[in-house]
């Protein structure tokens, strides 16, 4: 946007015959603002500045950042302790404006064959694993010289995975001189401008083993290692950028693959040559892999339960159940977790990375089901022998002729609360009796019994005086009468008339 006096003078030069070109080195402006303008016929319409509420604070923060370099939160803050009413946006605005973000230049740095490699951690989104989402890592490592990239996947970035990742990365491309790290927990405690930098001892550790010095960015310096950072953004954007894989354990060959025929062997847009190209020049001067092994295990120590299980990360591993309620001693790979006891490995089992797991060995409780199973033997075999005083007689013949004498015990005190107690305690007699010992033999004794034929039952007389309460009616002697009534034949023969009408 040009004022009114400019206009007024492309308009002034037009009239004097003068083009475009004449009156941008005239008037110092863009030949292409001049054009516009000479063709636009009305004035620029003048713009009327807004108050704002910063404009009674706009002296003082001048003020307040030639004296120190301020942040503009910093600034709002003070603002706001001196009566400022307005948001932080127009605050930042300003300082922006009258303090402008200068950017830095860099220097390019130069690295010979085979003296760093950088590292660093990516994350990208979260994917399925079991029940639960895990969030998406993968470690990179680059060879500082010939550009050539190592990546793998994990699902978390613990010490014993970085570790693992290191020791994956120098079997596929040699060990360096020099690791280049950022601030990673894995790698660094502190780092503070002029002090000296404190490492992870157990990547110390590490590093002696493999034979390579580590070197720490300085703080907020991500620049210093680019070509890992750069190599980061490659692998979201042409990899992982619309890939669908079913599961987790697809993505590490899916990666190898891709390493193979495209990041590897790209011309690299500084080298112009492919990086596997100068990787094949660069192993001549990479150290060897040590070929003694590094235990990269996180050791961790935890009580177990009751339930003879210890807990990692929300899942629950099993130990032998006589180590219920022990200290155990975690080793934890990114694979596998071995769980030990006074130095004694007592379980291994694969990792897992979901949640709320139970993961079981079942050699673990088997001890625990002995014991109990021997606890109900002993329960089942006192009460047999508490049926009747020969069951232990019978108990020893059982011992003698037969193999499995405790199989027949449980079976016949099963008779027992099938048949009741007395229906085997009569049947143990007669199985002494023929020197008969089994459980099926009881059996048949007491099938036998209740097949024969039910006991007739008492007569039931009554008791005298019983009979002598009894109310009987008078007996009727009428006939006896008749023998000594001189009509004696007349009424013989009316009874032998009645008798013949009533046949």
């Not at 990547?203 to 010095?213: A, E, K, T, V, Y």
């Not at 120590?301 to 210890?310: E, K, L, M, T």
């Not at 139970?358 to 089942?380: E, G, T, W």
């Not at 009987?472 to 008798?499: G, I, R, T």
Request: hydrophobic content about 40%; some cysteine; proline content about 6%.
């Amino acid at each position: 946007m040009i004022d009114y006096a400019t206009w007024c003078a492309i308009r002034d030069g037009m009239a004097k015959h003068l083009n475009a070109p004449q009156l941008a080195a005239h008037l110092g402006l863009d030949v292409r603002t001049v054009r516009h303008w000479m063709n636009h016929p009305y004035a620029p319409r003048a713009s009327v500045k807004r108050p704002s509420k910063l404009d009674p604070f706009k002296g003082r923060i001048v003020g307040w950042l030639d004296a120190h370099p301020l942040t503009a939160q910093q600034v709002f803050q003070r603002l706001k302790d001196a009566g400022y009413a307005g948001g932080i946006s127009i605050v930042k605005d300003y300082v922006s404006t009258i303090r402008p973000r200068h950017r830095e230049a860099f220097l390019t740095l130069a690295f010979s064959p085979g003296d760093v490699a950088q590292v660093d951690w990516g994350e990208y989104k979260t994917i399925t694993v079991g029940s639960t989402r895990r969030r998406l890592s993968f470690f990179v490592m680059v060879l500082a010289w010939s550009r050539q990239m190592y990546v793998e996947f994990t699902l978390s970035q613990t010490m014993e995975q970085f570790l693992s990742a290191h020791i994956n990365a120098f079997n596929a491309l040699g060990v360096p001189k020099r690791i280049m790290v950022d601030n990673l927990r894995c790698a660094v405690l502190r780092h503070v401008r002029d002090e000296p930098v404190q490492f992870n001892s157990r990547f110390l550790d590490f590093s002696r083993h493999f034979g390579f010095d580590i070197v720490a960015c300085a703080p907020r310096q991500p620049q210093q290692k680019g070509r890992v950072e750069r190599n980061v953004d490659y692998i979201k954007r042409n990899f992982l950028n619309g890939l669908e894989l079913p599961d987790f354990a697809a993505y590490n060959p899916a990666v190898k693959v891709w390493l193979e025929t495209t990041a590897n062997v790209r011309l690299h847009r500084e080298t112009h040559r492919r990086p596997v190209d100068m990787w094949a020049e660069e192993s001549a001067f990479l150290k060897p892999v040590n070929p003694r092994p590094y235990d990269v295990a996180r050791i961790e120590s935890a009580h177990a339960s009751s339930q003879f299980r210890v807990t990692l990360e929300t899942n629950k591993y099993s130990v032998p159940a006589r180590l219920a309620r022990k200290m155990i001693t975690l080793k934890v790979y990114p694979d596998r977790v071995c769980l030990y006891h006074a130095n004694e490995l007592v379980a291994r089992h694969c990792r897992s990375f979901d949640r709320h797991q139970d993961i079981a060995d079942p050699d673990h409780s088997k001890v625990l089901v002995a014991q109990r199973r021997r606890a109900r033997d002993a329960q089942v075999l006192k009460r047999f022998l508490d049926l009747a005083p020969l069951a232990a007689t019978y108990h020893a013949g059982l011992l003698q002729h037969r193999g499995n004498a405790l199989s027949h015990v449980r079976k016949i005190v099963a008779l027992a609360e099938i048949h009741g107690d007395d229906a085997v305690i009569r049947a143990i007699p007669d199985a002494l009796a023929y020197n008969a010992f089994s459980s099926e033999y009881i059996a048949h004794l007491i099938s036998a019994r209740a097949r024969q034929l039910p006991e007739p039952s008492p007569l039931v007389l009554m008791r005298q005086q019983d009979v002598l309460d009894l109310d009987l009616p008078p007996a009727d002697l009428s006939a006896y009468s008749a023998l000594d009534d001189p009509n004696k034949e007349e009424f013989n023969e009316n009874n032998n008339e009645q008798n013949q009408s009533n046949p």
